[in-house]
């Protein structure tokens, strides 16, 4: 590559004002050819996974870090070499080792081609990531396969010549298959490699569907022959001796590095237990009718196709109860030293994803209609178990509910999420005999918990907030006289 220059790509503040991220995976090699706009690799941050589009075409030169680095935002990731005549002269001076200076050239660059920096690649005109098709030949490939067990020592990139010589690609590529960012989450979860699916969607792009038929594929030669294992029986072995169990191996401890969500999660508890002086009221309630309104809403029309659940009238229940004592919906502004009561509602629902507690919130929840409150709520939990779930979808949350009762829990003691006043506490929901009309009757009972931050909420206020929840559970035609 002759006038040949190295660009730096640094990690960027993919959220708002987040300091560093974990790279997950790497989608190119030292010696891959890049083009503008390829996604380069998968990040963790404190708030999602996203992924990196590279914003300017070249050969990859060197990956600076492994494959579970967690790198500081504004540190170069990744060198690539660029031709001469494909980057300005001030665009080049970008990759110079003055701190100063950024990848970007927003003077020598059209105006609409701006590098984004939330992992959803580079907004230029009508290009997308399908010309990637162009592949290195079998020993550039057999190259980067070696750079792999280098990466740790900033291994030389191999030679750029086998790349240009290369003519159209086969049938099968070496390239990173297509996929949307909550497939790839799919398939790393349930271990599959996404070269060896067959895709199905637009373009050759991997559908969840087909990671989905994979692994049925990958199971059904043991499933034909399930017998193999007795071959060796444990009967055999001596009924004296005490071996371990199958569950653990010789080790007697596993460290697990906390990064990403869990990593945020743990500082932001920490955070609110020594800040916010919680304090925590329970009360018990039959909730019969509510759950006798659940099962008439889903045969109810206006709800079809929604998602109808005990939740869904609890969180009604709770913006009713805000409604009725609006100074529960605040925060507490240390800088100022004044309570700031919000006059909306973001509500926050607390969802459990294999990477850690998220709290995402459904916006200006006050103002949505009960089957509009269903169908956001739908669409939140579905968005959270594919690990789709942005970061501006975790902000700016006033008060939130955590079910507990989905694990069989009765209550708990919940923390409040950092920056809200209250969080309410659901307890699973089962049959208990319970005074009714006079008589002992089975009844739908549950506990509700509602931790509050007493520096803004005294106990009067967070008392009724409490007993408004209880009472419309109790009676929820009171959604329609209260609301």
């Not at 494959?67 to 031709?83: F, H, K, L, P, Q």
């Not at 294992?229 to 460290?255: F, I």
């Not at 008392?463 to 959604?479: F, G, M, N, T, Y």
Request: with cysteine; hydrophobic share 45%.
């Amino acid at each position: 590559m002759t006038n040949a220059s190295v660009r730096e790509f640094k990690m960027p503040d993919v959220g708002e004002g987040l300091t560093e991220a974990e790279i997950l995976k790497w989608y190119v090699q030292p010696g891959d050819t890049v083009t503008d706009g390829q996604v380069v690799c998968e990040v963790e941050t404190a708030k999602a996974a996203v992924e990196l589009p590279i914003p300017y075409d070249g050969v990859v030169r060197d990956l600076h870090f492994p494959e579970g680095t967690t790198v500081d935002v504004g540190t170069s990731i990744i060198a690539v070499e660029v031709a001469g005549g494909a980057a300005p002269a001030q665009e080049e001076a970008a990759v110079a080792p003055a701190p100063a200076a950024e990848p970007e050239q927003p003077a020598e660059q059209p105006a609409a081609r701006q590098p984004v920096l939330v992992g959803y690649g580079v907004a230029t005109s009508s290009t997308r990531r399908r010309p990637r098709k162009q592949a290195q030949d079998p020993a550039a490939q057999q190259a980067a396969s070696a750079v792999q067990s280098e990466l740790n020592g900033h291994g030389a990139a191999p030679a750029a010549p086998a790349v240009p010589a290369a003519p159209a690609a086969p049938a099968a590529p070496a390239q990173r298959p297509l996929a949307k960012p909550p497939v790839r989450k799919l398939a790393k979860d349930l271990g599959v490699d996404l070269a060896t699916v067959t895709p199905t969607g637009p373009d050759g792009v991997v559908t969840r569907e087909d990671v989905h038929a994979a692994v049925a594929a990958a199971q059904a030669p043991q499933q034909a022959a399930p017998e193999a294992p007795p071959a060796a029986p444990a009967a055999s072995a001596p009924a004296a001796q005490p071996a371990a169990p199958a569950s653990y191996d010789s080790a007697r401890e596993t460290r697990i590095p906390v990064k990403g969500v869990r990593k945020a999660t743990a500082a932001a508890m920490v955070g609110s237990a020594f800040t916010a002086p919680h304090v925590t009221e329970f009360v018990t309630v039959d909730v019969t009718r509510t759950m006798k309104l659940v099962e008439e809403l889903k045969q109810d029309k206006e709800f079809a196709g929604l998602r109808v659940n005990p939740l869904l009238l609890i969180a009604k229940a709770l913006l009713v109860a805000i409604r009725r004592n609006p100074d529960i919906n605040a925060s507490w502004d240390e800088a100022a030293q004044e309570i700031v009561v919000k006059h909306y509602v973001n509500l926050g629902i607390a969802a459990a994803t294999p990477r850690g507690l998220i709290v995402p919130n459904i916006k200006d929840a006050h103002a949505r209609t009960l089957p509009e409150l269903a169908a956001s709520l739908g669409e939140l939990v579905s968005t959270a178990r594919e690990g789709k779930t942005s970061p501006s979808a975790m902000q700016g949350g006033t008060v939130t509910i955590t079910n507990v009762g989905v694990f069989g829990v009765d209550t708990g003691t919940p923390l409040l999420n950092p920056g809200e006043s209250a969080i309410l506490a659901v307890g699973a929901i089962k049959p208990q005999p319970w005074v009714h009309k006079g008589k002992v009757k089975p009844r739908q009972v549950t506990t509700l918990a509602l931790s509050f931050d007493h520096r803004l909420v005294d106990g009067e206020l967070g008392s009724k907030v409490l007993a408004d929840v209880a009472a419309v559970l109790e009676q929820p035609k009171r959604l329609i006289t209260w609301a």
